[in-house]
């Protein structure tokens, strides 16, 4: 078990009253069991902190998993210790005073001339030399060995007795880094070394300590442990006039000061004296103490909580409108604001144009997919175009396939026409789980696989742009060099130098390079040449060989063939990106880099979290700063510019996750800054309109003005295929 400040660290213990159905958070790799999320969350992130030791190599600096693995592989290690050496070396081991180095190096001495039962070696026989192993030791005022002779080609076959000095000791058995490993994991405590009590008896090795140990240690439980008298403040000693035997265990002096360093900054009297400990930043937020540097921090702004929808429903709000936006393309879904899209799903009317367009964009995808939606409205015979009239039943096919009681209780009121008057959270439930079968459809993962390989296309070229870019610094290094060289020649450093020598010396490797850099532009054209028409054939091939194929048992038999064709296509991908680019400036390929690097979105990241563990999200095509609560409970969000402000100056980089979340929110703030420009500029756009129009003459009747909360009655989805 990995070691926490040096000690073994107990697990929790499984609630004994737990429920078969009953909903609980399991840990991993430690198999502990938690009913509340907070006490999970809690363990997860100590376990996530690299204050751990693997108990058998010593390994500091670990997570509790790395210190896991390391446990495992030393202990695999440990086990290979030869079986024949055992005894004698825990004998060695059992109530040793030595450090762990010293302790190896005297038994790997003895190994080194270990004559037992078992051991493999050479003797001398004859005048020659012959492999042969220990099968008996009698013991006599000189030992002898009985052994047995492993020389296949040789023709004696019976034991022989040999002296000492007829036997050849072969090279030390196993490693001194084995050795210690197997030290560490027979014992449970050091100095003195003690064995587990069931490996002692196993090999016949006594358990209670010898006589001139039983003053300083003695047996609680079956367990040795130190026996150490308090001294009070008035007798204690300098550290040079302690006594050594008062300390067993040097390591242990610093002991508590150990414990208490990175984590607190209270100050430890030792010998009189008072000492402030240093604390190594960043550190878990909650371990923050505050501190005179806090004054500069900024007081952060309140949450708004104005939602139309109920709190508990605002994340599957969020969920679905940010689907919606990322995928508008493959759902052929123009794009839409959070705020008409939350107004719409509040809207008590039942064709509403957002709401009956979100409803068939998912629900033509899985129509695509062929999947089982397809399979149920087939049995239907539903026609394959959904409209504003026929979209509801559609939707109650879909509510009848998934089977979910609470989402088919509504069945008959949406076929009567009364979608309206459902409540948001059935509204909010159904869309989920449109979203969630949609994102297990083949067209959704193939558009997936398209997305992401244009990422790494896209990425590949900016890395191979950095590169170009070093390349050309280093090249502009060395030039400057080589010509502040030939003018310290020319202006006579050095001993008998021709100035002309150096002229010619500075021009040849220039003259060289621009020759070898024109050879290698012509070869690298016609190598790129080659390869474009390979890839073109491959991508030929690529869009023909689905219709050569019988079926697709013929595409998953040769696989090697698919992974050429993705990295022929990935490689085409990549020339059209540098193609793309290759007439523009740096500062233009950056940013065109970047753009479309954006615009492939894999998935929406959160921001971070601060230190009471609230996670902070930004999507695109909305201005505003999400914050979750650690239950996922309540939302919250940020609206202006001086409350971005606000909270950035409010967050302590002390803390691990203030820090990273600082970080992220300086690296979104432009984009953040540039959303909410944009929207304050719309806003005053729209009051300048509508004072103007409030300015006319009252001869000329002014049209109503249009309810901005009513903006989502307008949308038309401008990418919906007819």
């Known amino acids: 078990m990995p070691l926490y400040k040096r000690k073994p660290f107990p697990l929790a213990e499984k609630p004994t009253d737990l429920k078969p159905n009953e909903l609980v958070f399991r840990v991993r790799f430690t198999n502990e069991i938690f009913r509340d999320y907070g006490d999970y969350v809690k363990q997860i992130n100590l376990y996530r902190q690299r204050i751990w030791m693997c108990k058998l190599t010593g390994k500091s600096n670990l997570t509790y998993e790395e210190a896991l693995v390391s446990e495992k592989a030393a202990g695999k290690e440990a086990q290979r210790f030869p079986k024949e050496l055992m005894a004698p070396v825990l004998r060695d081991v059992q109530f040793s005073m030595l450090s762990l180095k010293d302790l190896a190096n005297t038994i790997a001495i003895k190994l080194q001339g270990c004559l037992s039962e078992g051991s493999e070696l050479y003797g001398t026989m004859n005048s020659c030399v012959y492999p042969c192993k220990i099968v008996r030791v009698l013991e ?43 030290i560490r994991e027979s014992t449970y405590h050091s100095i003195p070394w003690v064995l587990h009590d069931k490996l002692a008896k196993d090999h016949g090795i006594p358990t209670h300590p010898p006589e001139e140990l039983k003053g300083r240690f003695s047996l609680q439980d079956g367990l040795v442990v130190t026996n ?8 204690r000693k300098n550290d040079a006039e302690v006594d050594k035997d008062e300390f067993l265990d040097p390591k242990r002096k610093n002991t508590g000061r150990e414990q208490h360093k990175g984590f607190t900054n209270e100050e430890i009297f030792e010998n009189g004296t008072s000492e402030t400990l240093p604390i190594k930043y960043p550190i878990d937020d909650l371990l923050v103490q505050p501190s005179d540097s806090d004054i500069q921090l900024t007081e952060r702004s309140p949450l708004r909580w104005d939602f139309n929808v109920p709190m508990h429903c605002v994340g599957d709000l969020l969920m679905v ?59 239907k015979k539903r026609k394959s175009k959904i409209t504003l009239i026929t979209w509801t039943e559609y939707l109650c096919d879909f509510l009848e396939m998934t089977g979910i009681a609470e989402l088919s209780a509504h069945i008959s009121t949406i076929k009567r026409g009364h979608y309206g008057l459902l409540d948001v959270h059935v509204k909010l439930a159904i869309l989920r789980e449109l979203v969630a079968q949609a994102l297990e459809s083949d067209l959704f993962k193939e558009k997936l696989d398209e997305d992401m390989d244009k990422r790494q296309a896209l990425a590949a070229a900016r890395r191979d742009e950095a590169l170009e870019e070093g390349r050309k610094r280093r090249e502009e290094k060395e ?57 073109k054939d491959a991508a030929e091939y690529m869009d023909d060989s689905p219709k050569k194929s019988a079926n697709k048992d013929e595409m998953e038999e040769s696989p090697e063939k698919c992974k050429d064709h993705q990295r022929a296509a990935h490689k085409m991908r990549k020339n059209e990106i540098k193609e793309t680019i290759e007439n523009r400036s740096k500062e233009q390929r950056k940013e065109y880099l970047d753009r ?14 601060d230190r009471d563990y609230n996670t902070y999200w930004f999507f695109r095509r909305d201005a505003r700063i999400f914050v979750e609560s650690s239950d996922s409970m309540r939302w919250g969000y940020y609206y202006t510019k001086d409350e971005l402000d606000a909270l950035l100056g409010s967050l302590n980089v002390k803390g691990v996750r203030e820090r990273a979340l ?61």
């Open 662 to 722: 600082k970080k992220q929110l300086e690296n979104f703030y432009g984009k953040i800054s540039l959303e909410i420009q944009k929207r304050s500029k719309e806003a005053a756009l729209r009051v300048a309109m509508e004072e103007a129009v409030l300015r006319r003459s009252t001869r000329v009747r002014a049209p109503p003005r249009d309810n901005p909360a009513l903006a989502f009655l307008k949308y038309i989805n401008k990418w919906k295929e007819e």
């Open 596 to 609: 479309e690097i954006e615009k492939t979105i894999i998935r929406t990241n959160p921001l971070g979290k």
């Open 228 to 235: 150490r008298k308090r001294k009070k403040s008035g007798d």
């Open 479 to 535: 030039r400057l060099k080589i010509q502040s060289t030939g003018k310290d020649a020319m202006n006579g450093h050095g001993n008998s130098v021709d100035p002309l020598n150096v002229k010619k010396n500075v021009d040849a490797p220039k003259k060289g390079s621009d020759d070898s850099e024109s050879e290698l532009e012509d070869v690298t054209f016609k190598n790129a040449k080659k390869q474009k028409i390979n890839e």
């Open 321 to 379: 409108w940010d689907f919606c936006i990322s995928f508008g393309r493959l759902l052929q879904l123009s794009p839409f604001s959070l705020e008409d899209f939350e107004n719409a799903v509040c809207h008590k009317e039942s064709n509403v144009v957002l709401i009956v367009e979100s409803h068939a964009a998912l629900l033509r995808l899985l129509i695509k997919d062929n999947g089982e939606y397809f399979t149920a409205i087939q049995k």
């Open 140 to 182: 006599n005022e000189k030992p002898l060995y009985e052994v047995a002779w492993q020389d296949k080609y040789d023709k004696v076959r019976e034991n022989t007795l040999l002296k000492e000095e007829d036997l050849i000791v072969k090279k030390l058995p196993c490693s001194k880094g084995a050795l210690k490993l197997f």
